[in-house]
Nanobody
Framework: QVQLVESGGGLVQAGGSLRLSCVAS????????MGWYRQVPGKQRELIAA???????NYADSVKGRFTISRDNAKNTVSLQMNSLKLEDTAVYYC?????????WGQGTQVTVSS
């Protein structure tokens, strides 16, 4: 079992920045991929950024060049630096970890971008 706790969401003006953080606990030795998803009402949860244990990253096209994912295996954390935020980035953001093919989710943190 892996437990995930996110922090760092909030309200920000368009063009601003926010940093999300997620701390994993439990069987963290078995975690391979960690990443961030987001979801808006009525839509499917979508992958925003992911990072393997070895540091390989991938991003959704909508956030490339604006968001940066980073991971600290020693501290069992994954962070998402979000710059140049847009109104359409408003969503609930979820931390995700994959361990032995099982997905684990955090509770979600709201990010609201205002004009």
């Amino acid at each position: 079992q892996v437990q995930l706790v996110e922090s760092g969401g909030g309200l920000v003006q368009a063009g601003g920045s926010l940093r999300l953080s997620c701390v994993a606990s439990g069987s963290t030795f078995s975690v391979d991929m960690m990443g961030w998803y987001r979801q808006v009402p009525g839509k499917q949860r979508e992958l925003i950024a992911a990072c393997s244990r070895g540091g390989d990253t991938n991003y959704a096209d909508s956030v490339k060049g604006r968001f940066t994912i980073s991971r600290d295996n020693a501290k069992n954390t994954v962070s998402l630096q979000m710059n140049s935020l847009k109104l359409e980035d408003t969503a609930v953001y979820y931390c995700n970890a994959v361990s032995y093919g099982q997905r684990y989710w955090g509770q979600g943190t709201q990010v609201t971008v205002s004009s």
